[in-house]
């Protein structure tokens, strides 16, 4: 179920199924209308009526299929209308199925109703939303009464989250076989609501036939690749992780890296300190090894010695010139490395000359960018710039170009491979908010290339054990209490397998 479809997907779902017979279009509608009007008997209390907003497409056949339940359930239902369907369609069918009052959607009014249902637009809305509509939708915003959208809010595009003129929003969605992105990326997921996902009678065999490449992230999309503890162990073959520090003013990111790195499972993680910080970095590590290096050679040469898997620089590195010395010399070089994370100034570091890392030699290793808004404007400038990508889009085209993994963070997180694929995470929280907390996620990802994960699923996991730690903790989180939180993370994980 963690699979996701484009409003498009969906429609060729719908025709798939109808194709193959098992189900008409109507039938369809009839299975949607249902589930919507199940939703609405539990959600709108007392004895008030029940306003429905109906378009003149399949979104709002739906609507009048849910009216009519509602009805024969002893609910006083109005349907407000913005257009009429067009002759022979399912929609058309759905409005003569209705038996009870259709106004006009203009005639809308604030009066005694216990709630409204959206059915406007569904997922595939490409327009702006104006005139009638908008005011209409403006008026039931600013009522406070409770709404529950059918398939997408109107005014949200299933396709990126992006509102198009203006979007109802909602209390409660209720969309129909899979998800669609629009439901988990912002500022889309916050019109939704709760979110309810009804069974319409579309077989799971479709997407076989489809083959959609974008997944809600949840643990079923990794949980089968996470590393696991073998009995005869030893603390490097479970992974040795290297983590470049600052300069003795800047140590801590590193440090939380290096001890998320070791959370994550990496049996034995170095931090490599330039000569100024050794005696601050010392002073705060026990588990976590230290090394001095002062050039790209002592790292490299290090990396290849002591047989280490992966890297991170980034984390309070400073210091461009030798960010990149150090960056282009590891993933030229024979030294065995699987996977190398770049964040922060490992990323900012290539500011205005980022084909210098795109096109880099590399000997095997992955690499892997987690950039916020800002550090992926640094790097890809042209496609942050655009307003017609959705943010999966814009992770696609940059994981393509950099060929690399990318995790486009923010509160809808995307995680995204050369390949095409692409994960939404939907359990962010405002918790993460805090300094540090990206340190923390860049040194999981790490810990977890270190072990042999594949880096789509390291990366992937590392973004949604690192939400799920922070949700344990809620208010008051800051960065230090994240690599703590993990193994709990960990246990619940190891239940649920």
């Not at 974008?214 to 009995?231: G, R, Y």
């Not at 996620?441 to 994960?453: E, R």
Request: a negative charge.
């Amino acid at each position: 179920m963690f699979k996701l479809l484009t409003p498009e997907e969906m429609a060729r779902a719908d025709r798939l199924t109808i194709e193959a017979g098992t189900k008409d279009g109507f039938t369809l509608m009839l299975a949607a209308g249902h589930a919507v009007a199940d939703v609405a008997q539990g959600m709108f209390s007392g004895k008030g009526a029940i306003a429905v907003f109906c378009g003149p497409g399949n979104n709002g056949g739906d609507g009048y299929v849910a009216a009519q339940f509602l009805r024969e359930a002893g609910r006083d239902v109005v349907c407000f209308s913005a257009g009429q369907p067009r002759p022979g369609t399912d929609a058309m069918r759905a409005s003569i199925f209705y038996k009870g009052e259709v106004r006009s959607l203009d005639e809308f009014a604030l009066t005694d109703f216990a709630g409204v249902i959206d059915a406007l637009y569904g997922a595939g809305l490409s327009r702006p939303v104006g005139g009638v509509e908008a005011n209409a939708i403006n008026t039931l915003n600013a009522s406070g009464l409770p709404v529950i959208a059918v398939d997408l809010p109107s005014g949200v595009s299933g396709e990126s989250g992006a509102v198009v003129g203006v979007a109802v929003m909602a209390r409660a969605t209720v969309t129909f076989f899979r998800k669609k992105p629009g439901h988990l990326l912002q500022p889309g997921r916050s019109y939704c609501g709760v979110l309810h996902l009804a069974d319409i009678g579309i077989a799971d065999e479709v997407l076989n036939q489809i083959r959609p490449d974008t997944f809600e992230n949840m643990p079923q999309l990794w949980l089968k690749k996470l590393p696991a503890l073998d009995v005869n162990a030893h603390k490097y073959s479970r992974g040795h992780a290297v983590v470049f520090s600052g300069s003795a003013h800047s140590t801590g990111a590193a440090r939380l890296a290096a001890m998320a790195a070791a959370r994550s499972g990496a049996g034995a993680v170095t931090l490599l300190s330039p000569p100024d910080a050794l005696a601050v970095n010392a002073y705060h590590l026990t588990s976590i090894m230290l090394r001095e290096t002062r050039s790209p050679n002592d790292a490299e040469g290090f990396v290849e010695n002591r047989k280490v898997a992966s890297a991170l620089l980034g984390p309070g590195y400073g210091s461009p010139s030798i960010a990149r010395g150090n960056i282009l010399a590891l993933l030229a070089a024979q030294n065995g490395l699987k996977g190398f994370v770049l964040d922060a100034d490992g990323i900012t570091a290539f500011e205005n000359r980022p084909e210098e890392l795109f096109g880099a030699k590399r000997n095997g290793a992955t690499l892997v960018l987690t950039p916020h808004e800002g550090e992926f404007a640094r790097l890809f400038p042209d496609i942050a710039e655009s307003g017609s990508m959705s943010k999966t889009t814009k992770a696609r085209e940059a994981a393509s170009r950099a060929n690399a993994i990318i995790v486009f963070k923010g509160p809808d997180t995307v995680i995204a491979a050369p390949e095409g694929h692409a994960a939404i995470n939907a359990n962010g929280t405002p918790a993460l908010a805090t300094a540090g907390s990206g340190d923390v996620l860049a040194g999981m990802i790490c810990g977890l290339l270190a072990q042999g994960m594949p880096a789509f699923e390291a990366a992937s996991a590392s973004v949604w054990i690192h939400a799920d730690a922070a949700r344990r903790f809620g208010r008051g989180l800051i960065a230090e209490d994240l690599p703590e939180l993990i193994p709990a993370v960990w246990a619940s994980l190891a239940r649920a397998e």
